[in-house]
């Protein structure tokens, strides 16, 4: 039996985080109709920094810090994000208590003139700030000029439609959140572009120590998610990858005991591209196997040759 009758959840003031974070009221209220939800917003360094690369400036933790700290004053009882932008290691005291279903995974490409990838012509100007899309990209189309593109999903839109770019790359989840998956030109097949461990899962954080709000939160996580996550992120863990470096992991489920776990290194310019697939049946022992195996293929070579 829960008690608390009161939880404030911490979120960016982005009008995608927003959007997450009122999807995870709204799952916390179906669960529990008594519980009183209220949210605070606030711009993280992430959000504020947006005229260098996150590799340079400490990573997607940066989009998380403000919202942490809220936690840990009291201000905040948890907080929402994207999982593919919560390190695989999180702040001491920190954990993530529920896992919610995942919308599709893949990455999608917008443009206001050109249908899909094959259709961009030589040279063209692409946007995006994923080391991980650049190097897969860049395997696949080497002519392209990829430049960088930061900031939320408006104003990286924006951008596209005052000519800067010729196409872009976003998650197609967010923009599918966003009621904008009519902007989207081409759902870009994973053995193309892998996705980034964790895309398109919601995850909630929360202060380890709180086993009231532990328990609460179980209601809502979303089992097969977790389990992709899990089997993600290990093998995110294993190989001590994050924003620094182009790595890429997706799990599916095949059926009720067996997943296939695909993974992808590179370097930055993606001219050295490891792709390797197992499946098994523990998703945390299956992402550590997997890690292992693409370092006996020499993926920490490949990543440290930049």
């Avoid at 003031?13 to 999807?23: C, G, K, N, P, R």
């Avoid at 001491?92 to 995974?105: D, T, V």
């Avoid at 993600?232 to 067996?258: K, Y």
Wanted: charged residues 25%; glycine residues 6%; aromatic residues 4%.
């Amino acid at each position: 039996m829960v008690a608390r009758t009161k939880i404030t959840i911490a979120s960016r003031d982005s009008q995608l985080a927003i959007w997450q974070t009122h999807y995870v009221k709204d799952l916390l209220k179906k669960a529990y109709p008594h519980l009183v939800c209220d949210i605070v917003t606030m711009k993280t360094q992430g959000d504020k920094i947006l005229d260098r690369p996150l590799n340079e400036i400490g990573g997607k933790a940066l989009f998380m810090k403000e919202l942490e700290i809220a936690i840990e004053q009291g201000k905040a009882d948890i907080a929402v994000h994207s999982l593919k932008d919560v390190p695989y290691e999180l702040p001491k005291g920190f954990a993530l208590g529920a896992f919610c279903g995942r919308e599709n995974p893949q990455d999608a490409l917008v443009s206001n003139h050109y249908q899909h990838l094959d259709a961009l012509p030589q040279k063209a100007v692409v946007g995006t700030s994923s080391l991980r899309r650049k190097a897969q990209l860049l395997a696949y189309r080497p002519d392209l000029d990829i430049r960088d593109l930061r900031g939320n999903v408006q104003t990286r839109l924006r951008k596209l439609d005052e000519g800067h770019y010729d196409a872009i790359v976003l998650a197609a989840a967010g923009l599918i959140r966003l009621g904008l998956d009519d902007r989207v030109k081409q759902l870009i097949p994973v053995d193309t572009l892998l996705p980034a461990v964790g895309q398109g899962i919601l995850v909630v954080e929360y202060l380890q120590q709180d086993d009231e709000l532990k328990t609460l939160l179980t209601a809502i996580n979303h089992q097969p998610s977790q389990i992709m996550a899990e089997a993600e992120r290990s093998f995110n863990m294993r190989l001590q990858g994050g924003c620094h470096v182009p790595i890429a992991a997706f799990c599916q489920l095949l059926d009720t005991t067996r997943l296939k776990l695909m993974a992808m290194v590179a370097n930055s310019g993606g001219t050295r591209v490891l792709k390797h697939c197992i499946i098994g049946h523990d998703p945390i022992a299956l992402g550590i196997e997997l890690a292992e195996k693409m370092i006996e293929l020499g993926a920490k070579k490949i990543l440290l040759s930049d």
